[in-house]
């Protein structure tokens, strides 16, 4: 059975930081790129950032670039991707997914796997 199961999420103040933690387990997700993206209330979903399988490319979107880092590890049976997140903004108040694609990707119909999403409010 496939899961991707985000964790970490929570209500901070503007400048904390927050770590997002993705467990992705039933497939080899060591081959695949893993994705965050962030959907707020009555907007699109929005690309965060993504990492390699091997953990040497990543690629952040314009709006976190400087502020969030991306990470993953890859274990035999189960892949962690992490996104650390600095210098929080109100305007980074959004539930945040983690996603698997089978190769670098911001686009999120590139994406195959997804989580059920956490809860991240920034508060001014």
């Known amino acids: 059975q496939v899961q991707l199961v985000e964790s970490g999420g929570g209500l901070v103040q503007a400048g904390d930081s927050l770590r997002l933690s993705c467990a992705a387990s039933?497939?080899?997700?060591?081959?695949?790129?893993m994705g965050w993206f962030r959907q707020a209330p009555g907007k699109e979903r929005e690309f965060v950032a993504a990492i390699s399988s091997n953990g040497v490319i990543t690629d952040y979107g314009d709006s976190v670039k400087g502020r969030f880092t991306i990470s993953r590890e890859n274990a035999k049976n189960t892949v962690s991707s992490i996104l650390q997140m600095n210098s929080l903004k109100p305007e980074d108040t959004a539930v945040y997914y983690c996603?698997?694609?089978?190769?670098?990707?911001?686009?999120?119909?590139?994406?195959?796997?997804w989580g059920q999403g956490t809860q991240v409010t920034v508060s001014s």
């Open positions: 039933g497939r080899t997700f060591s081959i695949y790129t």
């Open positions: 996603a698997a694609a089978p190769r670098l990707a911001r686009m999120n119909y590139e994406y195959t796997y």
